[in-house]
């Protein structure tokens, strides 16, 4: 079966979670052995990958492509002129495709939390994204999601038979195994190893610093600092700002976007990953952490004990003594130990590849429903 994977426009490496979610599944598609012909579709100014023996890779942005910018269906031509016989979206789609297809489904953030700006009024509307998941989800052949509450909401939002739902847990990515850590980066904000709390994550309100925030005058009595690492999604002014009210300027350092190399130093000489964000139903950077042998705080959101099972300590994201309390409990160094032991096992059960393994487990299902027809008449030339 010829498949098309969508991965839509390469975000930034700024832009944090969904880069690295392309570039891991990308990467893993390209080290992987598949009996399918696979077709790698994204959006970039340049092209960023050379074709396989068993995947050919098409930048829609290219030159060879400019006939098709000005089509409103430019993905469902380019799927018709490769004979694609399965579409799968590593994210909900944008346009739809003649052909059947698979979604990923990362979150509906937007129905459970619909009071935070950045899923109601700013960026990507909430009228904008109802119209799309709803047009989207119903019609697709399978839908992936992360573990048994995204299951839930999509069936509970959008009416969907929870039979054609395939849970996949979120992937580890495969960087925090192949790269080597800049330690360069503790000397140069003067940070002590075991001696702060990391939690790296964009400046949106949903990622909820101000908790942290708020509990930095405690911890600072226990000589710990707090260090957010990046870029500002329009929240950063006020947490600066809350910052300064507290007089905390001393204590909580803002980093800024961190390479790959320093992220994993930051992650390997942190006490503890402090995640206080508010939306789920799953996360990266827990499972970067845990690879890293970096003990986790983890919020009680719904799916949140699915995905890190007893391998983190979990706290009301609301309340500013109940994450205190968890960091108290990691100075136990049994507990701790036992955690991170735990934690670095899991991590590796979600790797990457064995991600990838189950996505191609699910083609070769669908390969034989799609070979009941053939749609030959449907293919253009352009």
Request: charged share 25%; glycine share 4%; hydrophobic share 40%.
């Amino acid at each position: 079966m010829r498949v098309g994977f969508f991965v839509g426009q390469i975000q930034s490496e700024e832009l944090g979670g969904g880069h690295v979610f392309q570039v891991s599944i990308i990467e893993a598609l390209v080290r992987a052995r598949c009996s399918h012909e696979l077709y790698v579709y994204y959006s970039c100014d340049k092209d960023l990958f050379e074709n396989t023996e068993n995947i050919k890779f098409i930048n829609i942005e290219s030159e060879d492509n400019l006939i098709f910018k000005k089509k409103y269906k430019m993905l469902n031509d380019l799927a018709l002129k490769n004979k694609i016989g399965l579409m799968y979206f590593l994210t909900i789609g944008s346009e739809s495709v003649e052909m059947p297809y698979i979604a990923t489904v990362w979150d509906l953030a937007h129905r459970v939390h619909p009071y935070f700006p950045e899923v109601s009024t700013s960026g990507w509307t909430f009228e904008s994204r109802e119209k799309n998941y709803s047009k989207f989800l119903p019609a697709a052949s399978r839908i992936v999601v992360g573990n048994e509450a995204g299951v839930n909401q999509i069936c509970r939002y959008y009416n969907v038979d929870a039979g054609k739902i395939k849970t996949i847990p979120m992937p580890t990515p495969d960087y925090v195994y192949s790269l080597r850590p800049d330690d360069s980066i503790l000397k140069k904000h003067n940070l002590e190893p075991q001696k702060y709390l990391f939690y790296p994550a964009q400046f949106w309100p949903h990622k909820n610093h101000i908790r942290l925030l708020k509990a930095a005058k405690t911890l600072k009595e226990q000589a710990f600092k707090i260090v957010f690492t990046g870029s500002d999604r329009g929240n950063m002014r006020y947490i600066r700002q809350k910052t300064e009210e507290f007089e905390l300027q001393d204590t909580v350092l803002f980093l800024g976007f961190v390479s790959k190399e320093e992220l994993i130093a930051l992650y390997k000489n942190a006490f503890a990953l402090a995640f206080t964000s508010l939306f789920g139903p799953d996360n990266i950077p827990p499972l970067e952490a845990m690879a890293l042998r970096c003990p986790v705080i983890y919020p009680e959101i719904e799916g949140a004990h699915e995905q890190l099972r007893d391998c983190a300590l979990y706290f009301n994201p609301y309340c500013v003594n109940d994450l205190i309390e968890q960091v108290e409990k990691l100075k136990i160094t049994a507990l701790r130990e036992e955690l991170i032991s735990k934690a670095e096992t899991l991590a590796r059960e979600y790797h990457v590849d064995n991600y990838v393994k189950e996505i191609f487990n699910l083609l070769d299902e669908f390969a034989l429903i799609r070979e009941c027809w053939c749609s030959s008449e449907k293919y253009i030339d352009l």
